[in-house]
Nanobody, 113 residues
Framework: QVQVVESGGDLVQAGGSLRLTCAASEVISHKMGWHRQAPGKQRELVAEITRAGFTNYAESVKARFTISINNAQNTIFLQMNSLKPEDTAVYYC?????????WGQGTQVTVSS
């Protein structure tokens, strides 16, 4: 079974930084990414990356966040800089494989003003 585990969420002040990590047990992942969901809002794409290293970002985070991948470990990272209160949400890791679409349980990011 595919296991998806996120880590790195924390409480930080506006302008601070966090680095999120997502590790997946699937040997081959075609695409991995981060989504987030704030209370009362729909889950939205934050950033995603293919096995080849091509990336896609939400416009609201493009200048501040960087996604990267370690293919050997099937692990992705999200470097989050210049954090804003609007970034407060539960961040979920998404893993797309040949046979399915899998999600982690999420990690809480809270940015205080």
């Amino acid at each position: 079974q595919v296991q998806v585990v996120e880590s790195g969420g924390d409480l930080v002040q506006a302008g601070g930084s966090l680095r999120l990590t997502c590790a997946a047990s699937e040997v081959i992942s075609h695409k991995m990414g981060w989504h987030r969901q704030a209370p009362g809002k729909q889950r939205e794409l934050v950033a995603e990356i293919t096995r080849a290293g091509f990336t896609n970002y939400a416009e609201s985070v493009k200048a501040r966040f960087t996604i990267s991948i370690n293919n050997a470990q099937n692990t992705i990272f999200l470097q989050m800089n210049s954090l804003k209160p609007e970034d407060t949400a539960v961040y979920y890791c998404n893993v797309v494989t040949r046979s399915g679409n899998y999600w982690g349980q999420g990690t809480q990011v809270t940015v205080s003003s």
